[in-house]
Nanobody, 126 residues
Framework: QVQLVESGGGSVHPGGSLRLSCTYS????????MGWFRQAPGKEREGVAT????????TYADSVKGRFTISQDNAKNTLYLQMNSLKPEDTAMYYC???????????????????WGQGTQVTVSS
C-alpha cells in the first residue's frame, strides 16, 4: 500500500515557474515507477513525466520536454516536478502516481498505475 499527497500548485502567468511536490509513504519497495500526470476539463488524463525509482531513468511527454524536470529525494520521501516556461496549455489538475511492481522501463500510460494522489491545480493565464 502506497499513499501519495501532492502540493505546490497555484496560478502563474505564462513564462512563470512552479515546483510541485509529492510526498509518499507506505511500502514503496513494492514499486519502481512513479510519475506525474495531468488532466484538463473535458480531456483525457495524460502522462507528463515518469521516473524509475531504482535506476533514476526519466521520460517526458513531448509537450513538456525541455521545460519540466522530474526528480526525487528518497531521504525526504518526496517526488518533484519542476515546471518552467509555463504555457496556458499546461493548465490542468496534476496528479502523482505510483505503479505496483518492478520494471526496468516505466510506462506513461494512466491505466498502468495503481496508486494516485488527490491532485493539485495548476493554472497558467495572463
Amino acid at each position: 500500500q502506497v499513499q501519495l499527497v501532492e502540493s505546490g500548485g497555484g496560478s502563474v502567468h505564462p513564462g512563470g515557474s512552479l515546483r510541485l511536490s509529492c510526498t509518499y509513504s507506505g511500502k514503496t519497495y513494492t514499486t519502481t515507477c512513479m510519475g506525474w500526470f495531468r488532466q484538463a476539463p473535458g480531456k483525457e488524463r495524460e502522462g507528463v513525466a515518469t521516473i524509475n525509482t531504482a535506476g533514476g531513468r526519466t521520460t517526458y511527454a513531448d509537450s513538456v520536454k525541455g521545460r519540466f524536470t522530474i526528480s526525487q529525494d528518497n531521504a525526504k520521501n518526496t517526488l518533484y516536478l519542476q515546471m518552467n516556461s509555463l504555457k496556458p496549455e499546461d493548465t490542468a489538475m496534476y496528479y502523482c502516481a505510483a505503479r505496483l511492481g518492478w520494471y526496468s522501463t516505466c510506462s506513461s500510460a494512466v491505466k498502468d498505475y495503481n496508486y494516485w494522489g488527490q491532485g493539485t491545480q495548476v493554472t497558467v493565464s495572463s
